[in-house]
């Protein structure tokens, strides 16, 4: 089943509760947190007290996503706020097949992603132990972006080699995604959709989920 994430880093944080309920009602499993520190992504987001405070509101899937140097220092405490899936970035740590496992052992859904510019094949080692492998299809920092094109190679890769190696991380792509092309992401092969700004915007929240699903499903 194809699922949307979306991001709050384009919701109205002074509302959020009433957001979340809006995602929820219109039938949404997911949500994805960014985490920005200023140094690995040119923009600072919220960290791990923020999330504890989510999970007081919400019981939808925390999908969070570092963008973080050295993620490896923070696992725990993601744990302990509530993430149910952390995604690191392959560019921001050094041990990262410790990493991946440091978060299984915390409970959570290992994940794993690279910027637009790496190479995916990059992730070979790991993806035997990887739950999930994400696709940045924008440089990450900033919502709103336009879609990167290689991106969509990268995903029939990750579908490819899941198959022939009988691997089982779930295929993510964040950035860009909107109505106009998320059905030919979905075909490259991506499972679970980050969305901010076609999610967030001045429009329903509602009417911009569905007609998101309604190209997918
Ligand atoms: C970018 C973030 C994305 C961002 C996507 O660094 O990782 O999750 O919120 O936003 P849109 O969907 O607007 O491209
Ligand atoms: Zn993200």
Same mark, same amino acid.
Not at 57 to 65: A, E
Not at 125 to 151: C, K, R, T, W
Not at 182 to 208: Q, R, T
């Given at each position: 089943?194809?699922?949307?994430?979306? #991001?709050?880093?384009?919701?109205?944080? *002074? &509302?959020?509760?009433?957001?979340?309920?809006?995602?929820?009602?219109?039938?949404?499993?997911?949500?994805?947190?960014?985490?920005?520190?200023?140094?690995?992504?040119? +923009?600072?987001?919220?960290?791990?007290?923020?999330?504890?405070?989510?999970?007081?509101?919400?019981?939808?899937? /925390?999908?969070?996503?570092?963008?973080?140097?050295?993620?490896?220092?923070? =696992?725990? *405490?993601?744990?302990?706020?509530?993430?149910?899936?952390?995604?690191?970035?392959?560019?921001?740590?050094?041990?990262?097949?410790?990493?991946?496992?440091? =978060?299984?052992? &915390?409970?959570?859904?290992?994940?794993?992603?690279?910027?637009?510019?790496?190479?995916? +094949?990059?992730? *070979?080692?790991?993806?035997?132990?990887?739950?999930?492998?994400?696709?940045?299809?924008?440089?990450?920092?900033?919502? %709103?972006?336009?879609?990167?094109?290689?991106?969509? #190679?990268?995903?029939?890769?990750?579908?490819?080699?899941?198959?022939?190696? &009988?691997?089982?991380?779930?295929?993510?792509?964040?950035?860009?995604?909107?109505?106009? +092309?998320?059905?030919?992401?979905?075909?490259?092969?991506?499972?679970? /959709?980050?969305?901010?700004?076609?999610?967030? +915007?001045?429009?329903?929240?509602?009417? &911009?989920?569905? %007609?998101?699903?309604?190209?997918?499903?």
């Amino acid at each position: 089943m194809k699922e949307l994430s979306p #991001s709050i880093l384009s919701a109205e944080l *002074s &509302n959020i509760k009433q957001q979340l309920e809006q995602v929820k009602a219109a039938g949404i499993k997911y949500l994805h947190i960014d985490v920005m520190d200023g140094l690995f992504v040119p +923009n600072i987001t919220i960290g791990q007290p923020y999330i504890k405070s989510l999970r007081k509101l919400s019981d939808l899937i /925390f999908d969070v996503h570092l963008m973080i140097e050295k993620p490896e220092r923070y =696992i725990e *405490s993601f744990a302990e706020a509530g993430a149910d899936i952390l995604t690191i970035h392959y560019e921001a740590c050094t041990h990262l097949d410790r990493a991946l496992h440091q =978060i299984k052992d &915390n409970g959570m859904k290992a994940g794993v992603t690279i910027n637009p510019s790496t190479p995916i +094949n990059i992730l *070979s080692e790991v993806l035997p132990i990887a739950d999930l492998v994400l696709v940045m299809s924008v440089n990450p920092g900033f919502g %709103g972006q336009s879609f990167i094109e290689n991106s969509v #190679s990268k995903l029939e890769w990750l579908k490819e080699v899941r198959q022939k190696e &009988n691997y089982n991380y779930i295929i993510e792509v964040d950035g860009g995604v909107k109505t106009s +092309n998320i059905e030919k992401i979905s075909n490259a092969g991506a499972e679970l /959709f980050v969305a901010g700004s076609a999610v967030f +915007n001045d429009k329903d929240i509602k009417e &911009n989920i569905d %007609g998101l699903y309604k190209k997918i499903r």
